[in-house]
């Protein structure tokens, strides 16, 4: 537990680092207003080496808004924020420390939950979503069209996250983006973000 000054400027962003010591596997980090409630928890899959974990970009959905935990007095005025045409554009960002992590990897971690979990409805659109990107092939999506309607969507799924995950890190880049377009809530409690 520890408590952090919220009073910054307009060229300092509410940031902080973690430094972990111990050998733990997973930690739970946790944001809590000034009155205890808590506003923000984040699982932190620990899979990368320490010292590339000790600073983590949080992504834009999980951040918690910062007029709800600043008290007035204290927020950077408007006219002195940081304009959004002179922010950093996203795709010129440092990645975040999970995607240090090889898609294939992250994707080969979660294997049996996705199998065990994917719908019918989703598979059917991750498969359109994978031939249109031309990560998949016409045999391939339509052999696993046949598994998922022949023997149910664990098997589909099953035979898609492998032919994908074979492919390489870049296909289940492009598998697990279409993942959190498609089934947002699946694609958070996977922890693929």
């Known amino acids: 537990s520890k408590t952090f000054d919220s009073s910054f400027g307009p060229d300092y962003p509410p940031i902080f680092e973690v430094f972990l010591t111990t050998s733990t596997e997973r930690v739970i980090l946790k944001v809590q207003d000034q009155g205890g409630k808590e506003v923000w928890t984040r699982r932190v899959p620990l899979e990368v080496p320490r010292h590339e974990l000790s600073q983590r970009n949080v992504p834009a959905e999980s951040r918690v808004p910062a007029e709800r935990n600043v008290p007035a007095e204290s927020r950077v005025p408007a006219e002195s924020r940081v304009p959004a045409e002179s922010r950093v554009p996203a795709e010129s960002r440092v990645p975040a420390a999970e995607s240090r992590v090889p898609a294939d990897q992250r994707l080969r971690s979660v294997r049996t939950e996705f199998i065990q979990r994917v719908s019918q409805?989703?598979?059917?659109?991750?498969?359109?979503?994978?031939?249109?990107?031309?990560?998949i092939s016409d045999s391939e999506m339509e052999s696993a069209r046949k598994k998922s309607q022949n023997d149910g969507a664990r098997e589909g799924a099953r035979e898609v996250v492998d032919v994908v995950r074979r492919k390489g890190a870049a296909a289940s880049r492009i598998l697990i983006n279409a993942l959190r377009e498609l089934d947002r809530l699946l694609y958070e409690e996977l922890d693929l973000s």
């Open 121 to 135: 409805t989703t598979l059917n659109d991750l498969l359109d979503k994978l031939f249109d990107s031309e990560v």
